[in-house]
Nanobody
């Protein structure tokens, strides 16, 4: 089982992108799904998570009010809508599962990493 992330690209500051996280081999609605990102030379950091049971969502302070996580169970996909993108949002974005969303900010213990999708924000 693995995730497949897509939707990244090059966008100007202030623009929007929607990332998709699809699953190969399992049903996403049974699991908390967490979006991470990794800046060059830095550790992966949790960006946003959506619970499996109650649909509660969690956001890093740096993206609150700009990013929205959601599920489409019929498509077995989790989305990350990113608006008002900033230069500091440039990173490789990954999705993962493995822990409750309460622990979304740290990558330790999360798994089933995909190949990631590159987001580049230009000025």
């Amino acid at each position: 089982e693995q995730f497949v992330e897509s939707g990244g690209g090059l966008v100007q500051s202030g623009g929007s992108l929607r990332l998709s996280c699809a699953a190969s081999g399992f049903t996403l609605d049974k699991y908390p799904i967490n979006w991470f990102r990794q800046h060059p030379g830095k550790e992966r950091e949790g960006v946003s998570c959506i619970d499996s049971s109650d649909g509660n969502t969690y956001y890093a302070d740096s993206v609150k009010g700009r990013f929205t996580i959601s599920r489409d169970n019929a498509k077995n996909t989790v989305y990350l809508q990113m608006n008002n993108l900033k230069l500091e949002d440039t990173a490789v974005y990954y999705c993962a599962t493995g822990l409750p969303c309460l622990y979304f900010s740290d990558s330790a213990g999360w798994g089933y990493w995909g190949q990631g999708t590159q987001v580049t924000v230009s000025s």
